[in-house]
């Protein structure tokens, strides 16, 4: 069992950065690949990016590649995601999941957070 809560949303404005945490209980955090996704109002849940348990890979959705980082820090049970050059487009609820192996995928995710709000205003 993984219990995972986010953190560091917020309102930015267009250009600005921001770093998500999602911090997770359970002694097991080490062995699961995790994932960041994010939803925006009227939309379906989809991949922003994805580390693997040892931090040895890391996948991004395309519309991200080059502004924001995924990392990990197992000792502190907690991944994050390192936001820059913020668009508009990237106003959603971001959300952090849980899996054996890392997927594209929200519905292979066994847990998830409550997801923590950003807002890129223009």
């Known amino acids: 069992q993984v219990q995972l809560v986010e953190s560091g949303g917020g309102l930015v404005q267009a250009g600005g950065s921001l770093r998500l945490s999602c911090a997770a209980s359970?002694?097991?955090?080490?062995?699961?690949?995790m994932g960041w996704f994010r939803q925006a109002p009227g939309k379906e849940r989809t991949f922003v990016a994805a580390?693997?348990?040892?931090?040895?890979?890391?996948y991004y959705a395309d519309s991200v590649k080059g502004r924001f980082t995924i990392s990990r820090d197992n000792a502190k049970n907690t991944v994050y995601l390192q936001m820059n050059n913020l668009k508009p487009d990237d106003t959603a609820v971001y959300y952090c999941?849980?899996?054996?192996?890392?997927?594209?995928?929200?519905?292979?995710?066994?847990?998830w957070g409550q997801g923590t709000q950003v807002t890129v205003s223009s």
């Open positions: 999941g849980a899996r054996g192996s890392w997927s594209k995928l929200p519905m292979n995710y066994d847990y």
């Open positions: 359970g002694r097991t955090f080490s062995t699961y690949d």
């Open positions: 580390i693997t348990s040892g931090s040895r890979s890391t």
